[in-house]
């Protein structure tokens, strides 16, 4: 089985362009939320949110032609570019090793879709323009991406919920490790739009959206929400041995993986845990490392009332007694919920953390319940020497997907 | 080590019939699945025909869900879901439920609960809308998840939603969960529902057929949309033996490709989809001489039958001449995500009944599609190794190869 090492991370989120910036903001806990109004119009009511704000495309996407690319693939093109660009692929070396892509995301395009139907209920399917069509497929984005950077191998879009991203790249590690492929650039991406907030502030899983405090506070004992973020998130995974032939820096390792499903969707708290606890069970025995190997976390938890408990159940039921000396962070705290990007930020934020020995804190964290199972969640960031990272992610409706990253002894 | 991985279920929904033996035994006839539209309103169109599933209820094939709950392409899932788990002679509630996954293609999720938001939007009434409008259930995830939830299976779980080439996209992945060991038994497939966001976008694109889809063909017109769904079980080989499982055929590997070229036109010299069909059959340690019949992706539009052809001929060289490739399209018109499912269970099912499917509506040769389509009848030949291609806008190239299983 090849070896799957990370030589490329690219992300563009509210807190900025680069995982440096990004990781610098966590550890400041700083926030890329806002409130958000735009919606008002539509009755979609004010909520905190994460939207990408200054987002300029042509500042990593110069010199052709943007039309036929919507926001999502845009997003998605732009991560991508970041991932590829610190390493100096050409796209005569990515043809060359028929590098592929495989995205994660919840949502994809559907405000695209959204957008191309409404016109045509306005104006009439003779209105619709066919260019706008090509984007209302799913896997839009992915191709985009691929014609944009010349990726020619496999080449995949993934939805599992807000997990989708992480299982990407999970899937790309297996792609690599049984050699089916050499490189393939892996994660996730999510619009800001009206549509998933729309969803969620119909669910009232939105913070805020029953009078209390609008701030998404993962593991706070008066959490009541989690707020929708935007962004993408690529890593370049290679197997190990393709990227030092090649001569690029190896940033860290996948070492194990897993993704699982509650068959009740989220609706039986006991199913939910034992299927969150099982992915990282198996990622544990994927990745050939034992509970107390385990350095730090960074958890899935956004603030929700219901997940973020179980969660916590979750990981001291599949660590033992190693929970209550892990250190954790949930970015989704700073970020908002970034859905099908989430799990792919959280993991180059957790890279970043093995290699800059810093794990950010969870800001207005200072209040958990009595007995909460994670007693080293807080707000303070800290210092860590830690080589072996664990990503959790989960969705709401059931998806788990958990992922062991280490620094290469 | 990596395990052999057989199929030993199929299961169908289609406009031609519903589980494997009606559907079978509808396509050995020719009969054609392509009616007039009801479900949405077409009188817009220049064109009011597609390939509706009619009389669908899914109550029947539902245990522990409630269909209501849930769009049309999860009910046509979990239906297909049901009838390839009877077929393998596998009862959902006393497999390993925890190594058990599913892995759906679809093109567009769960389009009808977009459109009642979109109306809801338009006509200013989103505040009164109800679950009609539930984007949850619009997630293309939705459909293995409901899947996955409907059969309690708690493993491997994943929407691939590949456009056109989505069902094989899916049954790759699941291919690769068994092989690997991380899963003992996949549903995998594909699952899509008429809606008015692809026969708008096809029809804008002028793709679309008025009336009949002649695959190959010189006066081919275009494609006519359609629905359906089918799923194929999957289990590694040591297992479908120790059950004494019949096993149709045996997936020998798969290739998957991007043009990286245009969103939705092909390769003007098939590169990415000639790519696809030799990587999938050197994955299956075979050679184009060994391939008995070609699946084609097949839409019936001017541009794709033309380059598919270019394509097998530049993966198959000589022998392109010599194997049989048909298009079912010309029956049940363009499943979109499930049309490539459909076409695996095709392929499956041709291995163990040494028979192929036609192209039908067939009448006049293009000089530029010169192979052998097996023209309006279906054929009884050896079907020892059969390849399954789709193509998807993207750029998405996919070929699956089964083979007949020899211990």
């Given at each position: 089985?090849?070896?799957?090492?990370?030589?490329?991370?690219?992300?563009?989120?509210?807190?900025?362009?680069?995982?440096?910036?990004?990781?610098?903001?966590?550890?400041?806990?700083?926030?890329?939320?806002?409130?958000?109004?735009?919606?008002?119009?539509?009755?979609?009511?004010?909520?905190?949110?994460?939207?990408?704000?200054?987002?300029?495309?042509?500042?990593?996407?110069?010199?052709?032609?943007?039309?036929?690319?919507?926001?999502?693939?845009?997003?998605?093109?732009?991560?991508?570019?970041?991932?590829?660009?610190?390493?100096?692929?050409?796209?005569?070396?990515?043809?060359?090793?028929?590098?592929?892509?495989?995205?994660?995301?919840?949502?994809?395009?559907?405000?695209?879709?959204?957008?191309?139907?409404?016109?045509?209920?306005?104006?009439?399917?003779?209105?619709?323009?066919?260019?706008?069509?090509?984007?209302?497929?799913?896997?839009?984005?992915?191709?985009?991406?691929?014609?944009?950077?010349?990726?020619?191998?496999?080449?995949?879009?993934?939805?599992?919920?807000?997990?989708?991203?992480?299982?990407?790249?999970?899937?790309?590690?297996?792609?690599?490790?049984?050699?089916?492929?050499?490189?393939?650039?892996?994660?996730?991406?999510?619009?800001?739009?009206?549509?998933?907030?729309?969803?969620?502030?119909?669910?009232?899983?939105?913070?805020?959206?029953?009078?209390?405090?609008?701030?998404?506070?993962?593991?706070?004992?008066?959490?009541?929400?989690?707020?929708?973020?935007?962004?993408?998130?690529?890593?370049?995974?290679?197997?190990?041995?393709?990227?030092?032939?090649?001569?690029?820096?190896?940033?860290?390792?996948?070492?194990?993986?897993?993704?699982?499903?509650?068959?009740?969707?989220?609706?039986?708290?006991?199913?939910?845990?034992?299927?969150?606890?099982?992915?990282?069970?198996?990622?544990?025995?994927?990745?050939?490392?034992?509970?107390?190997?385990?350095?730090?976390?960074?958890?899935?938890?956004?603030?929700?009332?219901?997940?973020?408990?179980?969660?916590?159940?979750?990981?001291?039921?599949?660590?033992?007694?190693?929970?209550?000396?892990?250190?954790?962070?949930?970015?989704?705290?700073?970020?908002?919920?970034?859905?099908?990007?989430?799990?792919?930020?959280?993991?180059?934020?957790?890279?970043?953390?093995?290699?800059?020995?810093?794990?950010?804190?969870?800001?207005?964290?200072?209040?958990?319940?009595?007995?909460?199972?994670?007693?080293?969640?807080?707000?303070?960031?800290?210092?860590?020497?830690?080589?072996?990272?664990?990503?959790?992610?989960?969705?709401?409706?059931?998806?788990?997907?958990?992922?062991?990253?280490?620094?290469?002894? | 080590?990596?395990?052999?991985?057989?199929?030993?279920?199929?299961?169908?929904?289609?406009?031609?019939?519903?589980?494997?033996?009606?559907?079978?035994?509808?396509?050995?006839?020719?009969?054609?699945?392509?009616?007039?539209?009801?479900?949405?309103?077409?009188?817009?169109?220049?064109?009011?025909?597609?390939?509706?599933?009619?009389?669908?209820?899914?109550?029947?094939?539902?245990?522990?869900?409630?269909?209501?709950?849930?769009?049309?392409?999860?009910?046509?899932?979990?239906?297909?879901?049901?009838?390839?788990?009877?077929?393998?002679?596998?009862?959902?509630?006393?497999?390993?439920?925890?190594?058990?996954?599913?892995?759906m293609g679809t093109t567009s999720g769960e389009p009808e609960y977009l459109c009642r938001f979109d109306d809801h939007v338009v006509a200013g009434t989103l505040d009164k809308a109800g679950p009609e409008a539930d984007l949850f259930r619009y997630l293309a995830h939705t459909i293995a998840a409901n899947i996955a939830g409907e059969m309690g299976f708690g493993g491997v779980n994943a929407t691939i939603p590949c456009a056109c080439a989505a069902g094989n996209y899916a049954i790759a992945h699941a291919f690769d969960a068994i092989a690997s060991g991380r899963s003992d038994l996949m549903l995998a497939g594909g699952a899509d529902a008429f809606a008015r966001v692809p026969y708008t976008g096809f029809a804008r694109l002028g793709a679309v057929a008025p009336e009949v889809c002649r695959p190959f063909d010189r006066n081919r017109k275009g494609m006519i949309p359609g629905e359906g769904a089918a799923v194929l079980v999957l289990e590694p080989m040591e297992h479908a033996l120790r059950r004494g499982s019949l096993i149709w055929a045996e997936i020998g590997g798969y290739g998957l490709s991007c043009d990286a070229y245009h969103m939705t036109s092909a390769h003007p010299e098939g590169a990415g989809a000639a790519r696809a069909m030799t990587s999938a059959m050197a994955r299956s340690g075979i050679g184009p001489d060994d391939v008995s019949y070609i699946s084609a992706h097949g839409t019936g539009t001017a541009s794709n039958d033309r380059l598919e052809t270019i394509a097998v001929k530049r993966a198959f060289r000589?022998?392109?001449?010599?194997?049989?490739?048909?298009?079912?399209?010309?029956?049940?018109?363009?499943?979109?995500?499930?049309?490539?499912?459909?076409?695996?269970?095709?392929?499956?099912?041709?291995?163990?009944?040494?028979?192929?499917?036609?192209?039908?509506?067939?009448?006049?040769?293009?000089?530029?599609?010169?192979?052998?389509?097996?023209?309006?009848?279906?054929?009884?030949?050896?079907?020892?190794?059969?390849?399954?291609?789709?193509?998807?806008?993207?750029?998405?190239?996919?070929?699956?190869?089964?083979?007949?299983?020899?211990?």
């Open positions: 089985m090849n070896r799957v090492a990370i030589t490329g991370m690219g992300i563009v989120s509210s807190l900025g362009d680069s995982q440096r910036d990004v990781h610098a903001a966590f550890c400041e806990g700083r926030s890329g939320l806002r409130p958000v109004t735009r919606f008002e119009s539509t009755g979609v009511p004010c909520c905190l949110a994460g939207p990408v704000t200054d987002f300029d495309e042509k500042k990593y996407l110069p010199g052709r032609n943007l039309r036929p690319l919507d926001r999502l693939a845009r997003l998605a093109t732009s991560a991508v570019k970041l991932a590829l660009e610190a390493t100096g692929w050409t796209p005569e070396l990515l043809r060359a090793s028929e590098a592929g892509l495989a995205l994660g995301t919840m949502f994809g395009a559907v405000h695209t879709v959204g957008e191309f139907d409404r016109g045509t209920v306005i104006n009439g399917p003779g209105s619709a323009s066919p260019l706008d069509f090509a984007n209302t497929v799913l896997n839009a984005a992915a191709g985009q991406a691929a014609i944009w950077h010349g990726l020619t191998g496999i080449n995949s879009t993934l939805t599992t919920g807000a997990t989708a991203g992480l299982d990407a790249i999970g899937y790309a590690t297996d792609l690599i490790r049984s050699g089916r492929a050499a490189v393939i650039v892996a994660g996730g991406v999510e619009e800001f739009s009206l549509e998933p907030v729309y969803a969620f502030e119909r669910s009232g899983l939105l913070c805020g959206s029953h009078g209390d405090d609008p701030l998404p506070v993962p593991f706070h004992a008066r959490r009541n929400g989690l707020a929708p973020g935007e962004g993408a998130a690529f890593v370049v995974l290679e197997d190990l041995d393709y990227a030092l032939a090649g001569g690029r820096p190896v940033l860290a390792e996948i070492r194990g993986h897993a993704s699982t499903l509650d068959t009740s969707g989220g609706r039986d708290g006991k199913l939910s845990v034992e299927a969150m606890a099982r992915a990282i069970h198996i990622a544990l025995r994927d990745a050939g490392c034992g509970p107390d190997e385990i350095d730090c976390l960074s958890a899935s938890a956004n603030g929700s009332v219901t997940a973020d408990g179980r969660e916590a159940c979750a990981v001291a039921c599949a660590l033992g007694s190693r929970a209550a000396r892990l250190p954790v962070t949930a970015v989704k705290s700073m970020l908002g919920d970034t859905l099908g990007a989430s799990g792919a930020m959280q993991l180059i934020d957790l890279v970043e953390t093995l290699r800059q020995g810093t794990l950010p804190g969870i800001p207005n964290l200072d209040e958990v319940d009595a007995g909460f199972p994670l007693p080293m969640a807080g707000p303070e960031s800290r210092e860590l020497d830690a080589r072996i990272g664990l990503v959790n992610s989960v969705g709401a409706h059931g998806s788990c997907c958990s992922l062991v990253v280490a620094l290469r002894k | 080590m990596r395990r052999r991985v057989v199929v030993t279920g199929v299961g169908v929904v289609s406009s031609i019939g519903l589980g494997r033996r009606q559907f079978w035994a509808s396509l050995m006839d020719g009969r054609s699945g392509i009616s007039p539209v009801e479900s949405m309103d077409t009188s817009q169109h220049g064109f009011h025909r597609g390939g509706e599933v009619k009389g669908f209820t899914p109550d029947p094939w539902f245990r522990r869900l409630d269909a209501r709950c849930m769009g049309r392409a999860s009910q046509f899932g979990v239906a297909a879901a049901r009838m390839a788990l009877d077929d393998a002679g596998l009862d959902p509630l006393e497999v390993d439920a925890e190594s058990a996954g599913v892995a000589e022998s392109a001449y010599r194997t049989p490739i048909s298009s079912i399209k010309s029956m049940l018109g363009h499943t979109m995500g499930a049309a490539s499912a459909i076409e695996a269970a095709v392929c499956t099912v041709a291995i163990h009944e040494n028979r192929v499917p036609a192209t039908m509506n067939f009448e006049e040769p293009d000089p530029e599609c010169d192979l052998d389509y097996v023209p309006n009848r279906a054929r009884e030949c050896d079907v020892r190794v059969a390849m399954s291609n789709a193509f998807a806008f993207g750029g998405a190239n996919s070929s699956l190869i089964f083979k007949r299983f020899e211990d």
